[in-house]
Nanobody, 121 residues
């Protein structure tokens, strides 16, 4: 059973940066596509970023392109989300997902518990 544990969330001011981490265990991390999603209060979970297992190709939601960067360290079984120029619209619970593809949350098999990111204006 794959376990994913996110960390790095917090309360920051607009314009600040945060780096989220997602540590994986119990599976073959270096063969899993990984993604980040986020869910704001009262809204559905939305795709943020994706990185594949074979060549670390990345894909981003339009709303974060140019500000967020997803990366992975297979030696540490960890995927990261570097978030720059944060705005209040980025406030959400951020979830790490594994073993899936694309932008639909239903396509992913494993999920972390989430980490809260709050951006004040």
């Amino acid at each position: 059973q794959v376990q994913l544990v996110e960390s790095g969330g917090g309360l920051v001011q607009a314009g600040a940066s945060l780096r989220l981490s997602c540590a994986a265990s119990g599976g073959t991390f270096n063969r899993y596509n990984m993604a980040w999603f986020r869910q704001a209060p009262g809204k559905e979970r939305k795709f943020v970023a994706f990185i594949n297992w074979s060549d670390s190709m990345t894909t981003y939601a339009d709303s974060v392109t140019g500000r967020f960067t997803i990366s992975r360290d297979n030696a540490k079984n960890t995927v990261y989300l570097q978030m720059n120029s944060l705005t209040p619209e980025d406030t959400a619970v951020y979830f790490c997902a594994a073993k899936g593809a694309g932008v639909r949350s239903s396509a992913y098999d494993y999920w972390g518990q989430g980490t809260q990111v709050t951006v004040s204006s």
